[in-house]
């Protein structure tokens, strides 16, 4: 079975700063691999994905997260951030086998913005 | 084109009484995917249909149920509601066997 774990339940940055949120997982094959945010009392919108191609994968909103296989890492970062960054983000896996599962998400990471 | 679309954005029930959820996915896709996000227990995978079918569902009781219809929009259905119920219902369609899915903004369901 496939799991998510996501450091940190709360991050909070100065607005500018670097952004780092960290995601492990924990698969036999490497997945598939996302981020995604929800903003307060929406749905999630996909942030960015990775699927086997280039391991740096670059989303919208300006982040990016890192595939590495031998650490099981999708960290996402955003070199400098904005008031409007602040949401919940979540990391999530699909196998590679298909999607009986769906996604399997993990418990999100608060991000709050310091002015 | 229209996106994932769920109905009613906000559903208050007593306990014992049953809720009905509804989603349309995107046009065109047969898939739909049922989340169950409840405060401090993240997205919780519920069900699965495709072309009319349940296809898997999570770990969660039997008063948990719901069908797809021809159109592939699909009804959660939430019977003897407990006040733990309460959560943001989300419905994704996925845009492949394996891709990411896109998700509606959910139905916010409060048992009282």
């Known amino acids: 079975a496939q799991s998510v774990t996501q450091l940190g339940s709360h991050v909070s940055v100065s607005e500018g700063a670097l952004v780092l949120l960290r995601c492990n997982y924990s698969?036999?094959?490497?997945?598939?691999l996302f981020w995604y945010v929800q903003y307060p009392n929406q749905g999630l919108q996909l942030l960015l994905k990775?699927?086997?191609?280039?391991?740096l994968v670059k989303g919208i909103n300006g982040f990016e997260a890192e595939f590495k296989k031998s650490e099981t890492s999708f960290h996402l970062t955003k070199p400098s951030a904005h008031m409007s960054d602040a949401a919940e983000y979540f990391c999530?896996?699909?196998?590679?086998?298909?999607?009986?599962?769906?996604?399997?998400f993990g418990k999100g990471t608060h991000l709050i913005i310091q002015p | 084109e229209a996106g994932v679309t769920q109905s009613p954005t906000h559903l208050i029930k007593t306990r014992g009484q049953q809720a009905t959820l509804r989603c349309s996915p995107i046009?065109?896709?047969?898939?739909v995917y049922w989340y169950q996000q409840a405060l401090g227990l993240g997205l919780q995978f519920l069900l699965w249909?495709?072309?009319?079918?349940?296809?898997n569902r999570g770990n969660f009781p039997p008063r948990f149920s719901g069908r797809q219809f021809p159109n592939y929009s699909s009804e959660l259905n939430v019977n003897a509601l407990e006040l733990e119920d309460s959560a943001l219902y989300l419905c994704?369609?996925?845009?492949?066997?394996?891709?990411?899915?896109?998700f509606g903004q959910g139905t916010r369901l409060t048992v009282v």
């Open positions: 999530a896996v699909m196998s590679r086998g298909g999607g009986a599962d769906g996604l399997t």
């Open positions: 698969s036999s094959v490497p997945p598939y």
């Open positions: 990775y699927t086997s191609a280039a391991t």
């Open positions: 046009s065109g896709h047969t898939s």
């Open positions: 249909y495709d072309e009319g079918e349940e296809r």
């Open positions: 994704a369609t996925p845009l492949g066997r394996n891709t990411e899915a896109f």
